[in-house]
Every structure is written in C-alpha cells, then in structure tokens.
C-alpha cells in the first residue's frame, strides 16, 4: 500500500482503492497515479453513494473512461478556479494564526504576513489554504473555493521549526 509519492516509471498497471478522508486526498492520490507513463492502465475503485463519488466531479480533468453507475450526486461541473486550487500549494494556518507548511520533520513556520488578516475571516480557528502561482490566497469555504485575497507580501521563512508529526 502507497500513500505516498513513488517515483517507479516503469508500472504497467494501478489500481487506486481507497476511501479517503478528504477530497483533497482522493485528488492527490490520482494525481499520482496519472504521472503514470500513457500506456499505463489505471483503475480506481470507488463505492457508490459515498463520498468516493466526490471524486468524480475532476473526471474533466483527466482522460479516463469511467465503468460503472453512479447516483449522480456529487457529478457537477468543475469550475477553473477549482482547478486552480487543487494546483496550489497547500499551507496552514494554526490556532494562533502562525502560517505554516507540513515538513517531515515537522511544521516549516514562516514570518508574520498581513495575508492572515483575510485568512481569519474564513479560517477563524485555522486551517488549510492555497497560494496560486499567481499569488491568489484560496480557502474551501462551505464546499466552495474562494479566493480570499492576493498575496501582496512574499512569505519569508522563519527560522523556527515545530518538531510536531500532525500531517494532513
């Protein structure tokens, strides 16, 4: 079983069986298998009226063929801001509004920024978002994403390390 990354090129066949958490994850574990050679056959194997079906709303995304029935529920359009968020960097905002990213070896902190004055607003406790390479700042807030802001001021690396194992 692989959760993550694992660069082996040469794989003829995947299969993807997973009831994952969160969408993010579902998108992420796809994302892998894709960077699969092209004559690569993937599977993935969701369960009906789950939210495995979540996932099937990024089938745009990818060529693939889709086997089976589905209730429909979550098969809605994706919209290209939602593409966008999903080819962002990820980063945290914990319960001190402390900006962070997710390391090994721990949380990776980063200066004071003024972005987190927008962040609180949706991240009231912290939380998850995205910087675009644009520089968009974007949240899922109520099942949607929202650019919060802009990025006016580069996020500078602070030389504080939390030795935390909390991943995502």
């Given amino acids: 079983m692989l959760k993550e990354g694992f660069d082996k090129r040469d794989i003829d066949c995947l299969i993807v ?9 579902h998108i992420q574990s796809i994302g892998r298998a894709i960077r699969l050679p092209n004559d690569a ?14 996932v099937l709303k990024f089938k ?8 089976g029935s589905f209730s429909g529920k979550y098969d ?15 980063y945290g905002l914990d319960y001190k509004y402390n900006i962070f990213q997710p390391r090994k ?26 910087i675009s ?7 899922m807030f109520k099942n949607r994403v929202v650019v919060v802001d802009k990025l006016t ?15 995502w």
């Fill in 17 to 25: 069986v997973s009831t994952a958490i969160t969408e993010a994850h």
């Fill in 41 to 54: 056959v993937i599977y993935i194997l969701l369960a009906k009226d789950t939210t495995d079906e979540k």
């Fill in 60 to 67: 745009t995304m990818y060529k693939h063929n889709i086997i």
């Fill in 76 to 90: 809605l359009p994706i919209t290209e801001l939602t593409k966008l968020y999903y080819r962002s960097k990820t």
């Fill in 105 to 130: 070896y721990g949380r990776e902190y980063y200066k004071k920024n003024p972005i987190v004055t927008s962040l609180k607003e949706y991240l009231p406790r912290g939380g998850r978002f995205r």
């Fill in 133 to 139: 390479k644009d520089n968009k700042v974007m949240v």
């Fill in 153 to 167: 001021e580069p996020l500078i690396e602070s030389p504080v390390v939390n030795p935390t194992r909390d991943f």
